[in-house]
Structure formats: C-alpha cells, structure tokens
Nanobody, 130 residues
Framework: EVQLVESGGGSVQAGGSLRLSCTAS????????GGWWRRVSGNECELVSS????????YYADSVKGRFTLSLDVAKNTMYLQMNSLKPEDTAVYYC???????????????????????WGEGMLVTVSS
C-alpha cells in the first residue's frame, strides 16, 4: 500500500517562503513519477509541479514557474516543493501525488478523478496573506 505523508504547510505573508515535504512508503520516487497538486476551487485542481523519474524532466505550471522548485531526496524517499515569492493566489490545499496519470498535464483538472487514479496524500493548507 502506498502512503504519502506530507508536512510543511501553514500560513505566510505574501513574498514569503514555505517548503513542503512528502515522504513515501510503498513506492520509491526514484522508480516512479510524482508531483504536487493544489485545489484551486471546488473540484478543480492544478498540477503545480511534477517529475518523471529521478533525473527526468521537471514540469512547472506557468503560474509558479520561477518561484517554485521541486526536488527529490532519493535516500529519504522524499519529495520537496520549495515555494518562494508566495502570492495570495497561491493559497490552496496542496497534495503530494505519485503514479500520475499524466505527469505534464496542463490546465485545471477534476480533483476527484485524478485522486482516484493516482496516489495522493491527505493534503495540507497553505495560506498566503496580503
């Protein structure tokens, strides 16, 4: 059974930084793909960043490009999302995910559909105040 345990969410002022962490059990990120979704409204989710295998390409949504950085610690089997220059519009529930249906999908997607077909963590709230 795959488990993804997230940490690092919280509240920050605009312009600040947060680092999200996701530690996996039941799969190895180095052999898989993974990424971070965020729920932007209702049942709509945006794939913020993703990777395809260790050393493979890393994808960023246009909305976070240049501000967010995805990285892997293979030894710890942990994925990170460093979020800098945060904006109020980055406020959302963020989900760690693995075994992605489409690692480079663009645009808003149905959250529940993706969650059903992929492995997701429980999610954590990131709040950015102006």
């Amino acid at each position: 059974e795959v488990q993804l345990v997230e940490s690092g969410g919280g509240s920050v002022q605009a312009g600040g930084s947060l680092r999200l962490s996701c530690t996996a059990s039941g799969l190895r990120f180095v052999d898989s793909d993974g990424g971070w979704w965020r729920r932007v409204s209702g049942n709509e989710c945006e794939l913020v960043s993703s990777f395809v295998g260790s050393g493979g390409p890393i994808y960023y949504a246009d909305s976070v490009k240049g501000r967010f950085t995805l990285s892997l610690d293979v030894a710890k089997n942990t994925m990170y999302l460093q979020m800098n220059s945060l904006k109020p519009e980055d406020t959302a529930v963020y989900y760690c995910a693995a075994d992605l249906i489409s690692p480079n999908v663009r645009g808003l997607q149905n959250c529940e559909g993706r969650r059903f077909g992929e492995d997701w963590g429980e999610g954590m709230l990131v709040t950015v105040s102006s």
